[in-house]
């Protein structure tokens, strides 16, 4: 089946530095994007759509120039998350929509396996 | 209001019990719903997807109202396993997906 790899699975750094978590497509063409993310004990949150080649939307209340979301080819899309700070601390996952595979379920969505950030 | 509500639970519930879950959504022309099962710190994996007519997975079985808007899920005979968060996954036309807030499910010895 379609699969989404995400990495770093795990990163902690400074206050103030920028981390960069790539998510890449590993057989189909990922045409559209998201990223999530998740508090501990919360749902996870949408933050962003991202479709291939164009600018992401981003949903309400989340800044765009702190999460800096690429998506310039089929099979990668990263997000950086800029002058990070202690309450930017949280898991984030991204997922994936796309053609060129046959889906040998109805399943819509294929998850990366998250990355748990931690901001000192 | 939100596009999805889903009860937070958390639901504590002893082994071998049957338990269900609803969850509702407000647009009408939603067309995809599924659940999902999500583990602490895990991603969300696909457990079941709705289907009109209603599926059943073993002891999982999953509903889909139209008329009143939601769908449900129904675990018999809880297994210690079964412990996770459940949430359900409503998809309006091409890219707009909305998750529940998600269950929590925990089953006791």
Redo the contacts between chains.
Sequence with gaps: GAVVSQHPSRVICKSGTSVKIECRSLDFQAT?M?WYRQFP????M?MA?S?EGSKATYEQGVEKDKFLINHASLTLSTLTVTSAHPEDSS?Y?CSA?GTGVTFS?????F????T?LSVL | RKEVEQD?GPFNVPEGATVAFNCTYSNSASQ?F?WYR?DC??????LM?VYSSGNEDGRFTAQLNRASQYISLLIRDSKLSDSATY?C?V?TGA?N?F????T?LTVIP
Aim: proline share 5%; hydrophobic share 35%; charged share 20%.
């Design positions: 559209t998201f004990k919360q749902s996870l949408l759509t479709n898991f996952i929509r379920t109805n399943e819509k969505l998850f990366g396996s998250g748990q | 937070p995809s599924f999500q710190r895990k991603e969300p994996k696909l997807s949430l996954v998809i890219n997906l998750f529940g807030t998600g929590r």
